[in-house]
């Protein structure tokens, strides 16, 4: 009899250090506010926007299909749409450049920004510097004062876009109130694991 308590007590000792220990970790990811863990930016991106640091990410899916991880990298939680910030996508399967522009497009008509030929000037310019993506490709969007959005593929520069009405139209997608994926958004922004 003795020994049964004994192991018993040795049982319930295990299972609080295991529950202190899940919640240290729990505790850990709430505090990075990342629940995909983000790999280091590219150099060229990096030197761009120093002092930036992931805030959250994930995986967005599409009708079943995992089509990319994402992060938003911000010096703070919460987005600040004339700040410098950026958000990092890593394609798990291959999109045509076009097709991403007016992707973008119509996201961006669906949380209300942009007037209809504003709308046709920014698909123009984002089909001119989208590419082609494969699986395995990254391309970083970084937004600078005063509303400049640098691309870059791989971390190669590709293009840029200088209007801060499209700045915050295009990371609007992702991080508006209005986004049409409001599970993405709250992971980018670590709101939700």
Known sequence: MFVSTRWSRADRSLRAAAAVAVAAVSATAAANHVAVPAPPLPASVAALAPGLRPQGGGEMRFLGLSIYDGWFWADGHAWRPEGTYLIDLHYHRSLDGARIAERSVAEIESIGRGTPE???RWAEAMRRIFPNV???DRITGVCL??????????????GEIADPQFARAFFGIWLDPKSSRADFRKKLLGEAS
Do not use: A, H, T, W
Not at 145 to 158: A, D, E, H, K, T
């Open 134 to 136: 494969g699986k395995g």
């Open 145 to 158: 004062p005063p509303g400049i959005v640098r691309y870059f593929l791989n971390g190669s520069f590709i």
């Open 118 to 120: 504003e709308r046709m």
